[in-house]
């Protein structure tokens, strides 16, 4: 391995943090614009209906991109948008929102309304909160409003965590915070992008681990949500998150405005991650747990040593994952079997973007890896060449006869308990196969 | 907590917008309030008498160097501790400009300038017209209250101030922007006092000042000076310290009444016809 290639993430982290290396533009690529940021948060409720000012074609991907659905669902929820063309984008489209809105109102009379806009609009700059503030207090009332062109910066993370902060600005009732419940109980925040029946089986396994705690869900952040069940949502006790961005505006807001606090652990990726955010969670709500004394605890305890084993301590694993909070509870699992992880096609930005989680995670909690610099796939080829029997992480069929451990997040069990035992499954699996000696096909 | 005061100043290009903005900046400054003076033009030029050879980077220039700007990058301390920003631009003929203004004046906001200097009142001084969204936003609700017209008596001048008073009806009826009146910055055009007095009339605002016009300007400028730093002692400098003293008094505020093109054109006439 080329060592002037490589480097420590912990470094790499702390001199982005600092701001000691220039770094591109590059959007997360799985994840877009604050534009799918909000609209993916809005979405999840049914009592909000959406209204795009701009152009029509970032409302009309909606319902083809694969995020937005699975095999037996895709996205048919109401899509509105102020289409706007040429001579709006000319003379302005604000009469054309104002319009649209009312006509929203009076069509959807039970709904609040959110209104979005795209690139288009706030590059001619039409005052769209002036607009909504020149509607009657009533229509006025029902409608929030995000900037959200995809071009000035705002990411996707910025685009939930923004709507979530206007959520609960706008339609939350705190009085209702603190009322409280005889037993201890969490609202549980799922990570987005979750589809049935990956979702069922997730929410079931982790109020099945909740439970090891004592604890019970209160409330579930889920598609077909509404402003009544934010309401209920201040009788929990704490708020729990299993994606370490997704939902975090709206917790610091219920911890501001609301009283309600939250775990700041997330991510519980494998044995070692599901038992420290339980106990976090315990820890948080008082609660006197031994959570190693649980039979489903010890019993995958045992698994992960048996699988551990014949891994073998030290051995290299190679880890290829743009997106940050993914990448870190993947280095996170390699290191609780053992291996010795090497991160590859790190993207800086990607790390700037999420700033918070990699210096809570790698800065504060000491979670580190070998950085290998590389631009192109030959490269990283090359290096999986030089290392002795790795394993790969990554979810591409580019490493022939290699042992690749292949694990799409999107349709699978990945958080708690369960999750580290499907993962353990399947590496156990990747390491009883033959590999595949072509790359063209993926292996079943 | 104090009333922030945000006075935003529009007219033709070259009337002598930055001139009076940054007179009417020392001025106040001289009264003893702390102002911020932003300038809200690619040319990035308003504030450069206020400033002499210190000027830093434009907003959007520092944009281009690096994403985080920090208060110190973007802000310099001008004549008489006034705080002056150039909002900057793109070179001419290429970008948008009203979306540079757009994203500088989202800069402004983020970087709480106004609440981290402790300002009492900021001005801004916007290029020419009302020509795009960009340009009207010193106009939206979180931006100025109040708005004054730069004007000559000659024709394009005051019909660039009554078109600018269409944008200020529109954002008023929606807002509490007003206009606060018309300050007359005199070419000695004929029948000045006339016209201009009939189109505030019309408008139905005030003649709130009437600037003479006088060299001693130009040879203050050409030291990069304002008239209040470089010739305090002059009457043009008096000029500005009564503007500076009258917009601060200043309660008559309105939703403007701008003419069409044809009662425009009918209003310029009219000083004739009486002739």
Known sequence: MDKSKTVKLSSLVSAIDKELIEIGECIDMHQFCAFWGAYDVFSYFDDIVLLVHGTSGCTANRHFLSAMGHKDFCDSKTHLTTNMKENDIIFGGEQKLIDALNETAEKYPDKNIAVLTNCCTDIIGDDVQGCIESLPEELRSRIVFMNTGGYSGKSYRDGTENAFRLLAEKLYDFSCCGSGTPNKTVNLFLRRWIWDPSKTNEIKNIINDLAIIGVEVNEIFDHGFNTEKLKKMGKADLNVALCPFFSRGFLDQLYNLGGIGYSDAAAPVGLDATVSWLKNIAEKLGIDADIMADERVSALSLERDRLREKIGEGRKCVIWNQTGDRLLSLIGFAKELGMKPIVVGVEPSAIREKMHIFRKEVLEGGLDATVYASKYIDEIRELVGELDDPIIFCNDNYFSGKKVFRYRFAHNNIYGLEGAKSMYAELTKVLDTEPNKYSLFLEE | ?275
């Open chain 2, 1 to 275: 907590m104090k009333e922030l005061r945000q006075i935003a100043v529009y007219g033709k290009g070259g009337i002598g917008k930055s001139t009076t903005c940054s007179n009417l900046s020392a001025a106040l400054s001289n009264q003893g309030y702390r102002v911020l003076q932003i300038g809200c033009d690619p040319k990035a030029d308003s504030t450069k008498n206020l400033v002499g050879d210190q000027k830093k980077l434009s907003v959007l220039e520092q944009l281009k160097l690096k994403k985080n700007a920090v208060l110190d990058d973007i802000v310099t301390k001008g004549f008489a501790n006034t705080y002056c920003i150039e909002a900057g631009g793109p070179e001419p003929g290429f970008g948008c400009a009203g979306r540079g203004i757009i994203t500088a004046m989202e800069i402004v906001e983020k970087l709480n300038v106004f609440q981290e200097l402790d300002i009492d009142i900021v001005i801004y001084d916007v290029l020419g017209d009302v020509v795009c969204g960009g340009f009207a936003v010193p106009l939206r609700m979180s931006f100025a209250k109040e708005v004054y017209l730069v004007t000559s008596g000659e024709t394009m001048a005051l019909y660039a101030a009554n078109n600018i008073s269409k944008a200020i009806k529109r954002f008023g009826e929606r807002s509490s922007v007003r206009l606060g009146g018309i300050i007359c910055n005199q070419r000695n055009a004929y029948l000045e006092h006339e016209v201009v007095e009939k189109l505030a009339d019309k408008i139905s605002t005030q003649v709130i000042s009437w600037i003479p016009r006088d060299n001693i300007v130009q040879e203050c400028e050409m030291k990069n000076k304002t008239v209040v730093e470089g010739a305090p002692d002059s009457a043009q400098a008096k000029v500005y310290d009564d503007l500076a003293s009258k917009i601060i008094a200043n309660t008559n505020m309105v939703i403007p009444t701008p003419l069409d093109d044809e009662g425009f054109d009918l209003m310029i006439k009219q000083p004739l016809m009486m002739d």
